[in-house]
């Protein structure tokens, strides 16, 4: 215990210069803190914008309709799908299940035509799962009816509103194609700027109708939250099998989701190495001038018996000191700017590239990677300090003792 | 049994290319309770000699017994476990660690060799030394001649069987020195504790059983009172 008073009235005796240092591993901790922030912010809001933006946490497929040819349109649907659902719906993790069916067409408003990526879906499920995108004007659709939804780029290409009548054509089961009538019910806007311009949301009997089957492609499983739906994954994997399904988590369908966050992680991972590489150099300066100015007290302290090694971990021990408090009061300090910048509503980020629309970032740092980035800091304290502590602890006593 | 026995001990230091002899063949012998004195001018090897005793350098040549144990057989953490136990320090300078206070700076040498810490003999030795009222006192809050009395208390806290005290008086005025020297024979007396000193000083050399005069690395004289 006195080690670690003396080791604390030690860096303070020069009070400025730790101060000084200290000052760069708080700076340290709170831009580590709020970066770690605002990618773990922005990774769960990406994560959640692409899950609740239509793929789920679960795709299930009829088994073969992944690897299929492109010109077997309609060749692999999932025709008994109503009683799969009750089945489905046994996990408890399971939110709701929408049953949908995807097709390309041409949408047309007599002047102007342009190709859709187009999904026909229940209205209930399609709204919760589309639950990140923002109507811009309107409503969702009726399910017996023929409405549809349309992105927001769908609509100015088209120069259409809701209300508008529009021509949806698209290639049948046998070949041929079919075209009907829709009704514009809303004008969606989608976090993915590509899905802005190509989107079309129609009730699920409408697009059967028009694609001339009755199954549907795929049933998307959502589950009550992200974290824990990887518990219903066994079950739903072996309930395909059971039914000659497919099963892809939204790990599987989210690539640019983990083309993000790698990213991310690796910008993260150069501003922490270049944060370390200042902690190092001001640690080890600081180590320096304090063993220089103690050269005598050293060679006294040694000459009372103290070996070589207690040298070594008194001045470790110091080091260390400014690292648990610097980084102590960096986490604070980061997480106070972390609450005040989300009291004030977030940070207004631009849209990113290939989004639609900016956003108010919050700052929600991860507890653990934070702690760990805060222990990183400690232990490169005490490894900065090895060489000066070093120093000190080689030192010839009497050579130090000639220096009072 | 002397408690201190050198043979033939010689000490060179490199500068450069050449060697610089600071002892030759210095055969001595300290006994229990020896008041003894090193004495000659600057660079007769004094100092030399006393980190040398002290185990705080290793000679080039001969050999040092302490208590009966041969130092140059020892490894580094030996020699600071030996030096913890047997020994004492006094320097010219004091050396007190300067975050520490009085109380404390003569607590250290415990904590270092992790010995058990008597409160209430730490606070015997410093009102032998005459600092009861300082006890939280910071070394710069005190005077030279205090200061020196705490490192007197600390070098004699661990209960040493030697100490040594490199011109223990040098930085202090004559009335201070004076009182110094005399808290020192006084200990001397009461816990037969080895005083050996490196000093210039008459007073001192007066009040010692045996004066060792140095001169270029040798010892030209040895004068018993």
Known sequence: MLNIKIALRNIFRNGTRTILTMFSIIVGMIAISIVNGFINYSMWGLRESMIRGGIGHFQLYKKGYLEREEDIAFGYLIDNYKGLLKEIYRSAEVSFVAPEISFNGVLSSGEKSTIIIGK???KEEEEKLNSFGEIVEGSFFEDDSFEVMIGEGVAKKLKAKTGD????????????????????????????????????????????NLLGVDGV????????????????????????KKNDLELKSWKDLAVFYFQVKDMYNTMFLVLFVIIMGVIIFSIANTMTMNVYERIS???????????????????????SLIGIIGGFIGVILGYTVASLANLS?????????????????????????????????ILTCIIASIFPARKAAKMEIVEAIRRS | MAIIKTKNVEKFYKLGKTSLLALKNVSLEFERGDIACIMGPSGAGKSTLLHLLGCLDKPTKGEIFINGANVMEMNDDELSLFRNSYIGFIFQSFNLIPVL?????VEYPLIIGKKKRDKEKILELIEAVGLANHIKHKPDELSGGQRQRVAIARALVTEPEVVLADEPTANLDSKTGE??????????????????????SEAIAKQSKKIIHLLDGEVKEIVYA
């Open chain 1, 297 to 319: 007290e050293i060679g006294m302290v040694r000459a009372m018996g103290a070996r070589r090694r207690q040298i070594l971990l008194q001045f470790m021990l110091e080091s």
């Open chain 2, 101 to 105: 206070n009085v109380y404390e700076n």
């Open chain 1, 120 to 122: 026909g879906g229940l």
């Open chain 1, 345 to 377: 509503g977030g940070i207004y980020i631009p849209p990113p590239p290939g989004n639609a629309k900016g956003y108010y970032s919050m700052i929600k740092p991860d507890f653990v990677n934070v702690l760990l980035c805060y222990l990183a800091f």
């Open chain 2, 179 to 200: 009182m110094i020297l005399n808290l020192l024979l006084k200990l001397n007396e009461e816990k037969n504790t080895t005083f050996i000193f490196s000093t210039h």
């Open chain 1, 217 to 240: 492609d795929r049933l998307i499983v959502m589950c009550k939250d992200t974290e824990n739906a990887t518990k219903s994954e066994k079950d739903l994997i072996e309930f395909s």
């Open chain 1, 165 to 208: 009548t529009l021509t949806l054509m698209a290639p049948m089961k046998g070949g041929g194609l079919n075209a009907i009538d829709v009704v514009v019910k809303g004008i969606i806007r989608m976090q993915i700027e590509e899905y802005n311009n190509t989107i079309l949301i129609s009730p699920l009997k409408l697009a059967q």
